[in-house]
């Protein structure tokens, strides 16, 4: 659930993390997880569908987006301006962004769109995440968007390795020479708390990971997406 503290602010947990203190009722888990994986869905693919405009730097007006929503989807007629905000301070991945009455997704989209996140302290390496069969295409002509405008890169292995269980039962990881990347003029930008995305990744700067994942190893992700997942289902 999401609560409000009035010191520290907005929080998932019944208490603030801060204080101890048991802050105002913002949002129940049920409705937290509705929400969020509705504003996934609309900002990243489908904003047509709600009569939504977005601008090619992905933002939406924020209180067209609250109308939107409430009139097309009746389950969400106590949403206000401040369970958006609520949700977006609150996202462990920084999925979202508001600002100055926005909103937009900050990654993940299908739609065409021209991000403009931070290009500044980007890691000397990151990783990407993908299939045995895969790996050997990938080191020979480099990553591309396929089902999504960017290419998403992870901050570190175990995320990496994180992502990839999702994918497939035994992900193998690549680095990618995100510092000599960045030398050459190439774009690779920060979009969530540890998601980083580039247009394409060339193959000169794609390696196999020396570290891979092992079976206890990933059987340790695994166990762990379907723990939340379980989590999700009860809501």
């Not at 208490?15 to 990243?44: D, H, V, Y």
């Not at 929503?69 to 389950?75: A, Y």
């Not at 497939?168 to 003029?185: M, Q, R």
């Amino acid at each position: 659930m999401i609560r409000e503290c009035e010191a520290h602010g907005y929080y998932r947990n019944e208490t603030c993390p801060e204080c101890g203190e048991r802050g105002k009722f913002i949002m129940s888990e049920e409705e937290m997880k509705n929400l969020g994986k509705t504003t996934a869905g609309i900002l990243r693919h489908f904003p047509d569908k709600y009569g939504l405009d977005m601008d090619d730097r992905g933002w939406v007006d924020l209180e067209h987006y609250i109308k939107a929503l409430r009139n097309r989807q009746k389950r969400f007629h106590w949403l206000r301006r401040y369970h958006m905000e609520a949700l977006v301070a609150t996202d462990p991945k920084g999925r979202y962004q508001v600002e100055e009455g926005y909103i937009r997704a900050t990654y993940a989209h299908s739609v065409e769109v021209e991000l403009d996140h931070p290009t500044e302290g980007i890691p000397d390496i990151l990783y990407f995440p993908t299939t045995e069969k895969e790996s050997e295409l990938l080191l020979e002509g480099g990553i591309k968007a396929s089902d999504r405008t960017y290419v998403h890169l992870s901050e570190t292995y175990e995320s990496a390795v994180g992502a990839g269980v999702v994918r497939t039962e035994n992900p193998v990881i690549l680095e990618v020479d995100a510092s000599s990347a960045l030398e050459d003029g190439e774009n690779i930008m920060k979009a969530g708390i540890s998601v980083y995305i580039a247009k394409e990744v060339k193959p000169e700067y794609l390696t196999l990971s020396e570290k891979q994942p092992d079976e206890e190893e990933i059987a340790g992700y695994t166990e762990e997406t379907k723990k939340r997942e379980d989590r999700a289902k009860r809501g």
